[in-house]
């Protein structure tokens, strides 16, 4: 049975990749999994039924069977669980990995979404600049530990993992800010995940997602 996940009808990143839904279709591209998607408008996320597998009410969940998850990590690990190519066949190296995708989402995406969302949400305040140089250094405090942690490895833990394709697409939300310029090692690491061709068959996917929303629109 082919699984089935949600997405924006309409992303607020402009198709930059930067939604949820983003690790999930790179996780099915690695694997070589098809699947399919079903796209939710903003005011759908919140209706009972999509409550109902996810209830915070927001993307990506997944389908398949009776099964139904919620939280992208959660969604990714199934995945990696489930098919070779994502997790390491050896068990140390194995719980490693596991441990390099909690890393990406409890300790290093935290600072940065929240310096993001300042970005967006907090310029007219009088206490902006103030805030941001604070958030900027707590981003800057776990790009430090991460790079020194990377060195000149071209990935977290020997191969390609599925705690390297989380840990890609928590960094891709500062590209633009330019903070990785300061660290070469990092936005490296970041060009080689964004040049793997299972990452790029999944950014155009949801690419042609906000294409086809800005046609109809």
Request: charged content about 25%; aromatic content about 10%.
């Amino acid at each position: 049975m082919k699984p089935t996940i949600t997405a924006f009808a309409a992303s607020p990143d402009r198709g930059r990749g930067l939604a949820r839904d983003m690790r999930v279709r790179w996780a099915f591209e690695e694997v070589g999994q098809p699947y399919s998607v079903r796209l939710l408008s903003f005011a759908a996320m919140k209706d009972p039924a999509h409550l109902a597998d996810h209830p915070f009410g927001q993307i990506p969940t997944y389908r398949n069977g009776d099964l139904v998850l919620f939280e992208s990590g959660a969604i990714v690990l199934h995945i990696a669980e489930r098919h070779m190519g994502l997790l390491p066949d050896d068990a140390d190296a194995r719980a490693r990995a596991v441990a390099w995708m909690f890393a990406a989402l409890n300790t290093v995406e935290p600072p940065i979404v929240e310096y993001g969302m300042a970005t967006l949400f907090e310029q007219d305040k009088s206490w902006y600049e103030e805030r941001q140089q604070m958030l900027e250094t707590r981003v800057r405090v776990r790009l430090d530990e991460l790079s020194a942690t990377l060195g000149d490895a071209d990935w977290l833990e020997g191969a390609f993992s599925a705690g390297d394709l989380l840990m890609v697409t928590v960094l891709r939300r500062i590209e633009r800010s330019g903070l990785l310029a300061h660290y070469p090692n990092l936005a490296a690491y970041v060009a080689r995940g964004e040049a793997r061709p299972a990452y790029r068959r999944a950014f155009d996917a949801q690419l042609a997602v906000f294409a086809a929303s800005e046609t109809s629109g």
